[in-house]
């Protein structure tokens, strides 16, 4: 009896393999027969993936954080201490914050644990 329930399940998991396979479509995006749900790709011996997109767009450096990007990695005893403090926030990753943005400000968080810079943006 046991290996009735077992050949069960070995048909019904072929059955569903089967059926992810037939819905795996070649379009490059979702199409008007996916209503405009994302399509996935099958790739032989891993999981289904979502197909690419189209690139994200770049969010203009408005606060200058790209000339902090070398922090990240670092102990945030390293980050230097700007000559404008309403420019700059630098903040825990578990820290509240409060909720403004402000394009012009750069945000420097840092792993609360390690001290480690794991993240610079603008806002």
Do not use: E, H, Y
Request: proline share 11%; hydrophobic share 40%; aromatic share 2%.
């Amino acid at each position: 009896m046991a290996q009735a329930g077992l050949k069960t399940r070995l048909a019904l998991a072929g059955t569903v393999i089967l059926a992810l396979c037939g819905c795996a479509g070649d379009s490059d995006g979702p199409s008007a027969s996916s209503g405009g749900l994302p399509v996935f790709r099958v790739v032989p011996g891993s999981l289904l993936l979502p197909a690419p997109g189209p690139p994200r767009p770049r969010l203009p450096d408005t606060c200058g954080a790209a000339a902090l990007a070398g922090l990240v990695g670092r102990p945030r005893t390293q980050i230097p201490v700007p000559v404008d403090l309403s420019r700059r926030r630098v903040a825990c990753t578990a820290c509240p914050v409060s909720p403004d943005v402000k394009l012009d400000r750069v945000n420097i968080l840092f792993d609360a644990r390690t001290g480690i810079v794991t993240k610079i943006t603008c806002g």
